[in-house]
């Protein structure tokens, strides 16, 4: 399946396309660029595989999909330290490096879909924590990730398999 997002109206939303479908997306902070840099809020242009999907089985039940999916536990992290030897990577909680706590108080990532982004091996400082996942209300900008409604996101999910690439165009 072909996914692909443009840009939108502003430099922080975009539409996001598969098949028939067009929908709003989130992106991040700073827009849409080629160059990515560890916390610099840029969305990244490139064509990156829906590795796996993380969803929250306390909020809400597995959502139907071909990707492989995890329910996420307290003791999930993802590192984005890009001095860890695990940077970019699923981290054990407690984790001595900067890392994002994956069982959000908000339900940003109830359902998260890593990107993949930056990990085939990771680069150091290259980004990391690239996901595709629930919007903010009003579709507030990202750190640099990819952010659906819920429902529009339930919905690729059903449709998503192995092999699916989603790519963000500049």
């Given amino acids: 399946m072909e996914i692909v997002v443009e840009r939108g109206k502003t430099k922080t939303t975009g539409v996001l396309k598969w098949g028939r479908r067009r929908m709003t997306c989130a992106l991040g902070r700073a ?4 160059a990515k840099h ?7 242009v490139g064509g990156f595989a829906l590795r796996r999907l993380f969803y929250r089985a306390d909020r809400r039940p597995a959502p139907q ?35 994002e706590v994956m069982t959000r108080a908000d339900a940003l990532y109830d359902l998260v879909v890593v990107l993949g982004h930056n990990d085939a091996p990771p680069i150091p400082g290259a980004g990391s924590a690239i996901f595709l996942h629930v919007a903010a209300d009003g579709y507030a900008p990202t750190e640099g990730c990819v952010a659906l409604a819920a429902a529009d996101l339930v919905d690729l999910l059903a449709a998503a398999g192995p092999g699916d690439v989603l790519t963000v165009k500049e």
């Fill in 31 to 34: 827009g849409i660029k080629k």
């Fill in 38 to 44: 560890e916390g610099d809020g840029v969305t990244p």
């Fill in 65 to 99: 999909t071909a990707l492989p999916a995890t329910a996420i536990t307290p003791a999930m992290g993802w590192c984005d330290d890009p001095t860890s030897p695990a940077y970019n990577r699923l981290v054990r909680l407690p984790c001595p490096w900067g890392h």
